[in-house]
């Protein structure tokens, strides 16, 4: 009853060092999302895939590049990290149609 | 453009009281509304959803939202509330949009329970 499983939860980089934030779901979800929550401002869309096989972007990619690996897996990869990522990422997936999304636990990155 | 607003940031309310979490959407046709809970360290959980029909909502915990159309609003409710209900809330609307299951948050309001 796994649901979503994101890895890392907690990670602390320094600026410029890239990193892979790793999700996977065992849903059978065609539909996927990477979201970033910072105070004040709910989630906010980095990137997803509506199926497997294809990424598009959402409403703040700059920075960000994401793989569907399989249509289990989807991560998120960070190149150059900067400070004004800092923020809780959010792994999320759906089925077809407007159903609710299902979310992962977070993981929580700091960039200094 | 579709838009979420929730006017509360923050809300206390003593154990026990009634709370009502106020949501206003934007949004051009019928919309797929939904409340997700998040606690403390923890990803959004989904409390309800509103697609059509009966505009009264009911949803986990004792939880229930009405959907107004004259007032672009599905306000989250709960009669009597309990201390673990201490937690952020997100109103969302949703659509289908280029294939994928597109959906927009408001900022979230924080609730705090007194004892």
């Known amino acids: 009853n796994a649901g979503v499983t994101q890895t890392p939860k907690f990670q602390v980089l320094k600026t410029g060092q890239s990193m892979t934030l790793q999700c996977a779901q065992d849903m059978n979800h065609n539909s996927m999302y990477w979201y970033r929550q910072d105070p004040g401002m709910g989630l906010r869309l980095i990137y997803y895939?509506?199926?497997?096989?294809?990424?598009d972007k959402g409403e703040v990619p700059n920075g960000y590049n994401v793989s569907r690996l399989n249509k289990r897996e989807f991560s998120l990869r960070l190149e150059s990290a900067a400070p004004s990522q800092t923020s809780v990422y959010f792994c999320a997936s759906s089925g077809a149609g407007v159903q609710p999304q299902h979310f992962g636990d977070g993981t929580r990155l700091s960039i200094l | 453009a579709q838009s979420v607003t929730q006017p509360d940031i923050h809300i206390t309310v003593s154990e026990g009281a009634s709370l009502e979490l106020r949501c206003n959407y934007s949004?051009?046709?019928?919309?797929?509304l939904f409340w997700y809970v998040q606690s403390p360290g923890q990803g959004l959980q989904l409390l309800l959803k509103?697609?059509?029909?009966?505009?009264l909502v009911q949803g986990i915990k004792g939880f229930e939202a009405e959907f107004k159309r004259s007032q672009s609003s599905f306000n989250l409710r709960k009669p009597s509330v309990h201390w673990s209900d201490a937690a952020e809330y997100f109103c969302a609307v949703g659509a289908v949009s280029g294939g994928y299951n597109k959906l927009i948050f408001g900022a979230g309001t924080r609730l705090a329970v007194h004892p």
């Open positions: 949004y051009g046709a019928t919309p797929y």
């Open positions: 509103y697609f059509s029909g009966d505009t």
């Open positions: 895939s509506a199926s497997e096989g294809t990424t």
